[in-house]
DNA sequence: ATTATATATCAAGATATATTGATATATAAG
DNA sequence: CTTATATATCAATATATCTTGATATATAAT
């Protein structure tokens, strides 16, 4: 049940929502990126991508400065219904704008 | 987005995933069978029926001074995934406790 | 008509979650 | 070694949601 309602939390948010049809669109995406494309504050980006995280929906792999985000593969069949959902979603979504200074 | 939203806040809550599969499991069922089951006060078994029936995952029928609640049907896609996630969970369920003084 | 049962809804307080700004840590560049 | 960039986390506040008890409405039985 605990991990059952961590995954639907997770959704359970526009921001997030936003942020992970983003990533599941774009790729792999670093915490900069998504600031800068979404406008927000890098410490509210971060707290949403640490829930997405550990709700197992992203994975994450630090390479130098950069923490790359992207959909954990493989993806249960639930996880993979609502990512589904997500997309049919008429969601108006950033542009990715890379925020990062010296990638 | 909306909708979406309406439907996973519906099942962000352990309460209502419990009566939610309570009613998959048990069929049609009254509030005071459900409130006598989980032994729980009426009027917050009849919210999270409200915010259940809201989110398109119940229909309520009304038979003399009763409400029976059951699954929709038809269900869509996404929810009918919703539903079966639920039902592989490890759920203590309560046993069908029939509460309605004169049926 | 009066009383009992069933259900819905509201207002108040309790609890959980989101946002912000500040701070901490780590890597890379100069 | 010092500075800039990238990210994570914390504490405070703001906002949303849940629970409870009270009240309102409707049906049925006496």
């Known amino acids: ?3 059952f309602l961590a995954t639907i939390s997770a959704i359970n948010d526009e921001t997030r929502v936003k942020i992970l049809r ?4 774009n790729g792999e995406v670093c915490v900069c990126d998504i600031e800068k494309s979404f406008e927000m504050i890098q410490s509210r980006i971060s707290r949403h991508l640490k ?7 992203l994975r994450v792999e630090r390479r130098g400065r950069w923490a790359y985000y992207s959909i954990r593969s493989p ?4 996880r993979q219904n609502i990512l ?15 925020g990062c200074k010296n990638e």
């Open 22 to 25: 983003f990533i599941d669109k």
């Open 51 to 57: 829930i997405l995280k550990d709700a197992g929906f």
């Open 75 to 78: 993806l249960d069949k639930f």
């Open 84 to 98: 589904e959902e997500i997309s049919y979603l008429d969601i108006k979504l950033p542009i990715l704008d890379k």
């Open 1 to 3: 049940m605990e991990i």
